[in-house]
């Protein structure tokens, strides 16, 4: 099941420089592990921001919020999920 | 070049019913076009609303701006366009 | 799957009497019918409002988006989805 | 009667972290004993964030204020109150 | 039990100016009804505005939104519910 | 002439524990002071937050301003303040 | 007494010229009066905007109330009122 | 003086077809017109939208006024003007 | 040329209070000079908050800046800046 | 393809002053680099706020992100990026 998934990142300025550095690698492992199982189907780049727009592929919620909140800087990221059902002018779902 | 495109569509209800019917027809064969012409990549359905979230891949903004108001319920259709660009942690993108 | 839904009416003041009562009966036949099924789990009125908060049970977001728009007054009703997941300190889910 | 809750968390990032896990730890406590008590209806956890969203069953409004205002949490919480009535479509209120 | 109530004004300006000038006095002898049943605690006029911030007192939100839905005009009024507490440094709350 | 005031209290969580009690009893204090000088007619509670709804019964806008920002807790305080007049339908303002 | 008043006039496009040409010269009318009586002390255009921003020196709200709801385009008028102070920085107000 | 004017405009639906087509052209040569002059320096199109983002370079508040409300779809467009000063990184106000 | 200005000042609650204190009297004092000089026209305070309500005469947008920027308070204060133009209204712009 | 972007700074007010300095030095010299190298097109400065808008001439969002991202005080920057496109009524886009 598809959800949209706008995540808007703000680390507080005065963070452990270190501290941020290993979040931010661990945030790029992570989310390089959800796309590898297929999990986390498209990440786009929010131009200009700290900020980015998702695709997840996830069959439950409960499933969607262990991997939303088990990335290493959620505790500082606004996150914003939509869910999204087959469009009917979707090219892939003519009969 | 990518962006992600938030469309709702309001129709007056006042409209002509033909009118309307024929509106939401002509829109349709206007996204089937789009998506088999490669510029509208993904397109999906906000669930509970009449509205969408898309992404288009075209090369200028020009273009852009002539292939959304081109769509018949443009008139009555509120389009917010996000630039997106290449995600450091997207997989497709590391070296 | 969980979903919270917040649904706020607005009919035309200017739809005509008669029509606009045969809708609220079909929607409440409706709401009858999604509640029997046991896809709508709980239906709240908001106090001085012509608006709802309700809890949805279903497998989908295609078959969510199909109950909520086949809704008589759905043309007329703005609709917010919330996906909702177990909760850590939910009584219900302790081992 | 019923009120619906929103509440949305957020500890100071500078928080001592024992402090902060003992006040997780008993605000979790604090949820479980009004549940059983039958104050505390539903609480779900809105997918992605560090929110929930619930429904509580309290005869007075001092009586949840006071509910609320006890949890260990409350002062980093952002809490909305919207009182319920029941709706004329709700299937267990039909005559 | 008390209920902050904000109600703003918008009866559609192509409404029959008859019927407008009907439905204008049956709100005023409803609201007058309310407040001699004791129900209708205070009523004010928001300055500059067809709006008021009222209090209600009121033992269940079913009789609350009973009351509200009843008003004439409450089609073209936007509605806002409040709930109250006894404040701690009420003056009429000390031991 | 009265006045609508809505104030949302949040004094920041590092400020020191003893300073805080002294401001909240200073403020409750004042409050009371306020009350029963017939200048602070009504002081509400706003269920689940640390907010209160009050009308003032103020001769000028100085003296208004001046009694709101004595107020100990003024610099971590909200204020919003509305004008009410005399409503046409209030049952006290009848001939 | 002084107030801030925004305004934002928006006559449906609907009206019938002729009533909106007279709705407009007996707004002019008004304001010209009140601003003689001492009532309006500044009047002023937002640029680009159908909307002003005032001043009034009022010595009750319930004529503040009186003079703005009898200017002719008010159904069609947002109005915003802000009670003004003495400002402790205002040249006027030294000592 | 430069002038930063964001315009939106809105057309009501029901707008007789032969008359909005009438404003576009008028609205167009007036666009022209003022650019000619040397008023409006820059015009471009938002992506997707019926709306504009531009630059004037007006003398004085009232000719700004002047010119926006003297262009024909003026009725429809909301309009938000916001004055620009010289950017002490401005490459051309560099010593 | 008029502005109408808005003013929010909100200190940090950690900053010195000696440098505090140092700062409002520097912003009375730049205050009362810029009222000298007839640049800042009106002056009042906002009833209740921290903030105030500003007219400017000033003849161009760099000098309206650099009068803005120069306060000592300014980085601590939200700004908000409206071109001002004469309404057709006005007592003192009728012929 | 022209992009229009508003930036608005918010240094943390307990920046190290001599870092917050460099910070605004480089910022500087590379806002001059930029516009030497006729990415950034326009640069002006919002009257009253440390904040910008500006227009870029960029050929690819990966390239406009890498821009603004480089900027020293991009951490402390809120970004907005809306696309242009050529407006219809551009004088330079006549035929």
Same mark, same amino acid.
Request: aromatic share 8%; no cysteine; net charge negative.
């Given at each position: 099941?598809?959800?949209? $998934?706008?995540?808007?990142?703000?680390?507080?300025?005065?963070? /452990?420089?270190?501290?941020?550095? !290993? @979040?931010?690698r661990a945030e790029k492992d992570r989310a390089l592990e959800l796309q590898k199982m297929?999990v986390w189907?498209?990440l786009?780049? $929010?131009?200009?921001?700290?900020?980015?727009?998702?695709?997840? /592929?996830?069959?439950?919620?409960? !499933? @969607?919020?262990?991997?939303?909140?088990?990335l290493?800087?959620?505790?500082?990221?606004?996150?914003?999920?939509?869910?999204?059902?087959?469009?009917?002018?979707?090219?892939?779902?003519?009969?």
């Amino acid at each position: 099941m598809l959800f949209h $998934v706008r995540m808007d990142v703000s680390p507080p300025h005065d963070l /452990d420089p270190q501290r941020r550095a !290993e @979040l931010v690698r661990a945030e790029k492992d992570r989310a390089l592990e959800l796309q590898k199982m297929g999990v986390w189907l498209h990440l786009w780049q $929010v131009v200009g921001q700290y900020g980015s727009i998702s695709v997840f /592929d996830v069959p439950t919620h409960d !499933e @969607l919020h262990a991997f939303l909140s088990s990335l290493p800087l959620w505790e500082f990221t606004r996150v914003e999920v939509t869910p999204l059902a087959t469009h009917p002018s979707d090219v892939a779902a003519q009969p």
